[in-house]
């Protein structure tokens, strides 16, 4: 029996080595969460009762009476509706400021505001006297008060600096010599790029300050003539131009030669050959294509001459001899056709320059008797 029971304990021992290997419906029963132990309380009073217990509890403030409530209710209502109300004030503010004249405080006083009604205006903390937009702004200065200070004008502008594309010095003119005064203030405006406005009353100033507050954000095609692009039209301005033609002339011109260039290397006798064009029209165009710019003076001998000069008989009668030649050459040419107006042009041409040398030599046999 006791080799019996010594075996039986090596037989427990045999036995505890024994793998076990689960089955499937224990691995999914394995998987399934297990219960937890904790229970939620139904409340929260019962959730935090413990806290009542500790060091750091603390009772909490007694409950505001109805007329407190109230008016705290009253007050949260009103909060919300400001937060919009005021963001819209600020909105249209900034809205008024841009359509409107921003006045410095410096002007404050200033009679010129009065004037100001077309256009709406509101002071503001700014460096330039009037803001007329983002790139435009104006300064203010009165003659009488530039007589008492001549640099007021001077240090206004270097206050500017380049921020501005458009500075206006709006000059109020309102003293009776103005020549010195506005000589001063313009050699200031142009020297520091400024453009120079005057107005004889402050109506007048008012009311270029409204005209450059309304134009703005105006393109420069209103000032801006309106330019034709068909050949005909640009030919009719400029044959137009010329005295005593009209534009059924242009169209006749124009179909006869066909181009201004061949217009302006014809000849009078071509010109003369187009209907409905006369004798004077000719004259006018081919004088307008073949005289000069610049017109020649004739050049005499320059004599220096102390006492007031003192003609003779002979030269009088000279110069009533001129005169008279040129009256009948008047004549002559109300007379003349378009074949002889060259020819005329060319006597009168030697007349002339007959005329100037025989002036000339009776200068010098002046000279050499003297």
Known sequence: MEKNDDQNPNNNNNSSFVIK??????????KTPSQSLFKPSQTFTQAFNSIKNTDFYAPPPPPPSSSQFDSSASRGNSTPSSLPSGSNSTAASSTQNRNAILVSNRQKGNPLLKHIRNVRWTFS????????????CALYLSLRYHLLHPDYLYYRIRELGKDFKLRVVLCHVDVEDVVKPLLE??????????????????????????TIKVYENKPADI??????????????HALTSVRHVNKTDVVTLGSTFGSLSHIMDASMEDLARCPGI????????YDTFHEPFKRLVPKYPSTVETSAPSFTPSE???????????????????????????????????????????????????????
């Not at 903390?125 to 435009?136: A, E, F, N, Q």
């Not at 006369?278 to 165009?285: F, H, N, P, Q, S």
């Open 21 to 30: 290997i689960p089955s499937y419906e224990q691995v999914i029963q394995s």
């Open 125 to 136: 903390d700014i460096v330039c006297d009037y803001m007329l937009g983002k790139s435009s």
């Open 185 to 210: 203030v313009t050699r200031t405006a142009l020297l520091h790029d400024c453009t120079l406005l005057c107005g004889w009353s402050l109506e007048e100033c008012g009311r270029y300050l409204e």
């Open 223 to 236: 000032i801006q003539g309106q330019m034709d692009t068909d050949y005909l039209s640009r030919l009719s």
């Open 278 to 285: 006369g004798e004077r029209k000719v004259k006018r165009l």
């Open 316 to 370: 009088a009668k000279e110069d009533e001899k001129e005169t008279a030649r040129s009256s009948k050459r008047d004549k002559k040419e109300s007379n003349l056709t378009v074949k002889s107006a060259l020819s005329a042009a060319f006597a009168k041409y030697k007349e002339k320059v007959g005329t100037e040398n025989n002036h000339q030599q009776e200068h010098e046999d002046q000279d050499q008797q003297s």
